[in-house]
């Protein structure tokens, strides 16, 4: 427990009324001292006898630099107070109204759950922590206040901004896809002679010959299904493998996930080995995340002859520049872009804002 401004004010009167009093008589502590002092008395008690508050933290989900988060925290009192609640924010995220390398809003907590929500905008790659959270609560008079610190934290990771490489008009990628077995751009397959296997979700590339309209119709959300066959149902895989010298970090991961997601866009299972993780060939949304959560810490670093030998694809960055390799070619990674428009992953969604582009889409 300790004083507020108000606080140190109010006694600060307090000290000089006494010292009045001396010269002045007791009618001047009778009148100014005494119910100051009564309301500090009264301050203190309702302080000490303030119930610390429950808080929950509500996950925040990951995204690549430059994108926005809302940051939720609920904070639970028996009664209604004045208290300040102070979040911190880690290196590589920021806040818009920020105190102290984080934020600080007074408010009036209510009887029962309060949500507490700000905006936080992802600054750099890596892996952050949101928090922790501290209240402050008041005593009616806003005199003093008591602490409660909590410990708890909201994991982040923040990821490079995937780039498009559907455009680029280069056809090494395409032609990798192609021969590992992918669904590649555009392809479609004779499905008259294919048994059929399943549906899933659609996925940008996919032939609108392939989307499986009824299921379509039946869902409120318009979400769309495209029909796998027997002859493609089963994904093929590719290894892709990165190294980078100290300094191009950042470089090498604006490259590896993009890649990784052109890859998995294209039907492929995708594996990755890099100097610190191995993550095994899989698909969909989850291995999706995975991918994005390892490159969001890649460092710098070699990797083992065996993992090369192994890669489909390298990837490599120095002081020579970002290179794509894979079989007998080797091209730089600015010549197989082609960012016909921002992309951007989104985990909730398991897909990037290129699904939304119905022409980037046809």
């Not at 806040?95 to 934020?103: E, K, N, R, W, Y």
């Not at 610190?149 to 559907?166: G, K, M, N, Q, S």
């Not at 990798?176 to 048994?195: I, P, W, Y």
Request: glycine share 8%; charged share 30%.
């Amino acid at each position: 427990m300790r004083l507020t401004l108000r606080g140190w004010t109010a006694l600060a009167v307090v000290g000089f009324s006494v010292a009045m009093s001396w010269q002045y008589g007791p009618r001047a502590l009778n009148a100014v001292v005494t119910p100051l002092v009564v309301v500090l008395v009264a301050g203190a008690v309702m302080v000490i006898r303030s119930d610390r508050p429950t808080v929950r933290r509500r996950p925040v989900t990951d995204g690549p630099i430059g994108d926005r988060r809302t940051v939720t925290v609920d904070v639970e009192s028996d009664r209604s107070t004045s208290a300040t609640v102070r979040d911190a924010v880690g290196d590589g995220l920021s806040v818009t109204d920020a105190v102290d390398d984080g934020l600080a809003t007074s408010t009036t907590l209510e009887a029962g759950t309060n949500a507490i929500t700000y905006e936080l905008r992802l600054e750099e790659r890596g892996a952050h922590d949101v928090g922790p959270v501290s209240v402050a609560v008041r005593d009616a008079f806003g005199l003093l206040e008591r602490r409660f610190a909590y410990e708890e934290t909201t994991p982040i990771h923040v990821y490079p901004r995937p780039r498009d490489l559907r455009g680029s008009g280069d056809s090494h990628l395409q032609s990798l896809v192609e021969s590992t077995g992918g669904h590649g751009t555009g392809v479609d397959l004779d499905h008259d002679r294919a048994e059929f296997d399943r549906l899933r979700e659609y996925r940008r590339g996919d032939s609108l010959r392939d989307v499986h309209w009824k299921s379509a119709a039946k869902r409120p959300d318009g979400e769309l299904f495209v029909a796998e066959y027997a002859t493609d149902a089963g994904h093929e895989t590719v290894v892709v493998a990165a190294e980078c010298s100290p300094g191009y970090e950042d470089d090498l991961a604006t490259a590896v996930a993009s890649l990784a997601t052109f890859f998995l866009e294209s039907g492929l299972q995708v594996g990755l080995r890099t100097d610190a993780d191995s993550l095994q060939p899989e698909a969909g949304r989850a291995h999706h995340r995975n991918l994005l959560r390892t490159i969001a810490v890649l460092e710098s670093g070699s990797i083992s002859d065996g993992d090369r030998d192994e890669a489909d694809v390298l990837v490599t960055a120095d002081e020579r520049g970002t290179r794509v390799a894979s079989g007998d070619w080797e091209l730089p990674f600015e010549r197989l872009v082609g960012d016909r428009y921002e992309r951007t992953f989104d985990p909730r969604r398991g897909r990037s804002n290129a699904d939304d582009n119905t022409e980037a889409v046809l």
